[in-house]
Structure formats: structure tokens, C-alpha cells
């Protein structure tokens, strides 16, 4: 979804176009973007995923550290390392020299978990993607630390929030209610 004061796309402009497809016809193949003429400029992204427990069992990991350990500095490691690793997770992905990468963790309602990434770099294409598979690699980190609890934590709005840099500059979703997600 777009922000207010960005119109959405004409499906039928080049840029709507699937910038991963070459070819024409039949002959439509998967094929990576050459970036090569691209100039770099500085980029950053930021991503975030909720992730909703049973009733009560937030607090209770978070102040017991979880069965496997301190929940939020091994996911915000692991999703350190989701980022950095994109490009061997995503096959059109560019492989990125990332210059930081930042996981915040906040409790957003009494059984609601909310995880952000941010990631930023000095590239000729963006890092939404990097950002995008470090929040999700730290919310799945997340459940794998909590399991032994419950299985019925849920992973839910994995989402790019903002990105800025590049040709189309700034890029905000437009922020919903805390409510409206998994309900």
C-alpha cells in the first residue's frame, strides 16, 4: 500500500513492470537486474513483524528469558545474520556490503511482540530486502526460543514500514492500528 501522498502504480508503466523478468513472450525467463550503471547512494530500509502469543505468555518469556535463553539478544542476532545473508537466501537478491543493521523489540499490547529491522548501506539498489529477511529471520528465532512454551505463537504482518534512497527516494506504508493486525 502506498502513503497518501504517493499514487499507486499504472500496472501499465514500465516501472510497474517485473524488474526479475527478461525476455518476451514465451520466452519470459527469470534473470537478476543489472545494477552495474546504477549510481550508488545511500540506502536504508526498515521492516517489522508482530508476533501474538497466548494469553499471558509474553511476559512471562520475556521476563524468564525463555526455555533456550535471552529471547531478544539471540533473535536480534540471528537476525543480524538473516540480513547479511539475503542474497544466499533470495536468489535475484544482490549481495549487499551492509553498513548497519539494527533489531528493536517491543511489546506492543499485553500478548503482542512487535520486531523491527533496519538496515542501510551505500549501494546502487536498495536493502527492503535485507531488512525484510532480518525481521523475519528474528521472528522466527523468536518462536523458536518460545515453542517449548507453546506452539500457538503466531508470526503475523511481515512488512516493509519505510525506505529511503535511490531514484524514488522516500517511501513510507501508511501505519495501521495495532488492533487491526491478526484480528
Given at each position: 500500500?502506498?502513503?497518501?501522498?504517493?499514487?499507486?502504480?499504472?500496472?501499465?508503466?514500465?516501472?510497474?513492470?517485473?524488474?526479475?523478468?527478461?525476455?518476451?513472450?514465451?520466452?519470459?525467463?527469470?534473470?537478476?537486474?543489472?545494477?552495474?550503471?546504477?549510481?550508488?547512494?545511500?540506502?536504508?530500509?526498515?521492516?517489522?513483524?508482530?508476533?501474538?502469543?497466548?494469553?499471558?505468555?509474553?511476559?512471562?518469556?520475556?521476563?524468564?528469558?525463555?526455555?533456550?535463553?535471552?529471547?531478544?539478544?539471540?533473535?536480534?542476532i540471528a537476525g543480524i545474520l538473516g540480513a547479511k545473508r539475503t542474497s544466499d537466501l533470495i536468489p535475484m537478491c544482490h549481495g549487499l556490503a551492509l553498513d548497519h543493521v539494527e533489531l528493536e523489540f517491543e511489546?506492543?499490547?499485553?500478548?503482542?511482540?512487535?520486531?523491527?529491522?533496519?538496515?542501510?548501506?551505500?549501494?546502487?539498489?536498495?536493502?527492503?530486502?535485507?531488512?525484510?529477511?532480518?525481521?523475519?529471520?528474528?521472528?522466527?528465532?523468536?518462536?523458536?526460543?518460545?515453542?517449548?512454551?507453546?506452539?500457538?505463537?503466531?508470526?503475523?504482518?511481515?512488512?516493509?514500514?519505510?525506505?529511503?534512497?535511490?531514484?524514488?527516494?522516500?517511501?513510507?506504508?501508511?501505519?495501521?492500528?495495532?488492533?487491526?493486525?491478526?484480528?
Open positions: 500500500m502506498n502513503a497518501p501522498n504517493q499514487p499507486d502504480p499504472d500496472p501499465d508503466a514500465p516501472a510497474a513492470r517485473l524488474s526479475h523478468l527478461a525476455g518476451a513472450g514465451s520466452g519470459r525467463h527469470a534473470a537478476m537486474v543489472d545494477v552495474g550503471s546504477k549510481e550508488e547512494s545511500a540506502r536504508s530500509a526498515v521492516a517489522r513483524a508482530r508476533i501474538r502469543f497466548p494469553a499471558g505468555l509474553l511476559e512471562q518469556a520475556l521476563a524468564e528469558a525463555g526455555p533456550k535463553g535471552p529471547i531478544e539478544e539471540v533473535a536480534r511489546a506492543v499490547g499485553p500478548d503482542l511482540l512487535e520486531v523491527r529491522c533496519r538496515a542501510t548501506c551505500r549501494a546502487a539498489t536498495g536493502v527492503e530486502m535485507e531488512a525484510m529477511c532480518g525481521v523475519s529471520i528474528a521472528a522466527l528465532t523468536v518462536y523458536d526460543m518460545v515453542k517449548g512454551l507453546s506452539h500457538a505463537v503466531r508470526i503475523e504482518g511481515v512488512e516493509l514500514v519505510e525506505k529511503r534512497g535511490g531514484k524514488s527516494g522516500v517511501w513510507r506504508a501508511q501505519e495501521r492500528n495495532v488492533a487491526e493486525v491478526g484480528d
